[in-house]
C-alpha cells in the first residue's frame, strides 16, 4: 500500500515533502510517489530552506508559524512535517497545497 502524503494525527495535519531549494519562487510542483514535491527560494545552508518551507506553509495554510514544525528530515530534501491546527482537515490541506491546475 501507497502512503500518502497527507494524514491526520491527533494534533493536526501531517504531510510529506520533498525539497527543491534554489528555485526562482516558492511552490508546489505536484506529487512523487508519496511526498508532495516543492521549489524552495531558499539555500539549503545553515536551516535557511527549513526556516523557508515553515514559513512557506504556514502562509499558505494560514497558521501561525509556530504551528509547523519539521519532525525528520531537518538535513534531508526528503521532510516530515506537523501542522498543528484544530481546523484544518485533509481535504483542505490538499485543496489549498495541489489545486487543479497542477
Known sequence: MMRD????????IRISV???????????????EDVLKIRLQA?????KANEALTRYLADALDVPKSA???THGHTS???IIEIVSSTLTEAHVRQILLPADI
Open 5 to 12: 502524503w497527507c494524514s491526520s494525527v491527533p494534533r493536526g
Open 18 to 32: 520533498q525539497i527543491t531549494p534554489n528555485a526562482k519562487k516558492s511552490e508546489v510542483i505536484g506529487v512523487l
Open 43 to 47: 539555500q539549503p545552508i545553515e536551516g
Open 68 to 70: 509547523v514544525s519539521i
Open 77 to 79: 530534501k526528503r521532510k
